[in-house]
């Protein structure tokens, strides 16, 4: 069993930046990709960003250009750095792992809740 814990969380004004980080209990198979999703008020929770230990990332097309994912291969810790911060990114944030780019997320974090306000 892998556990992430989500930080960086808070609010902010419009224009903003914050960096979530999560931190996975151990590094295993089931840690070879992670994401970040998110799901705001009265809303579906949707993913927003992606990225496997080959290197390769994706984005929702709502963020891309304004956050980035990372993944340190040396701590396994998961970054989200969140730029040009809009009302709309309101939301509860969760980060996520699984096997491979196919695999359906196995492991979830508490969450972490983000607050832009205009």
């Known amino acids: 069993q892998v556990q992430l814990v989500e930080s960086g969380g808070g609010s902010v004004q419009a224009g903003g930046s914050l960096r979530l980080s999560c931190a996975p209990s151990a590094s295993t198979s089931d840690t070879y990709c992670m994401g970040w999703f998110r799901q705001g008020p009265g809303k579906e929770r949707e993913g927003i960003a992606h990225i496997c230990r080959d290197g390769g990332t994706t984005y929702r097309d709502s963020v891309r250009g304004r956050f980035t994912i990372s993944l340190d291969s040396a701590t396994n810790t998961l970054y989200l750095q969140m730029n040009s911060l809009k009302p709309e990114d309101t939301a509860m944030y969760y980060c996520?792992?699984?096997?491979?780019?196919?695999?359906?997320?196995?492991?979830w974090g508490q969450g972490t809740q983000v607050t832009v306000s205009s």
């Open positions: 996520a792992a699984r096997s491979s780019w196919i695999a359906t997320y196995k492991y």
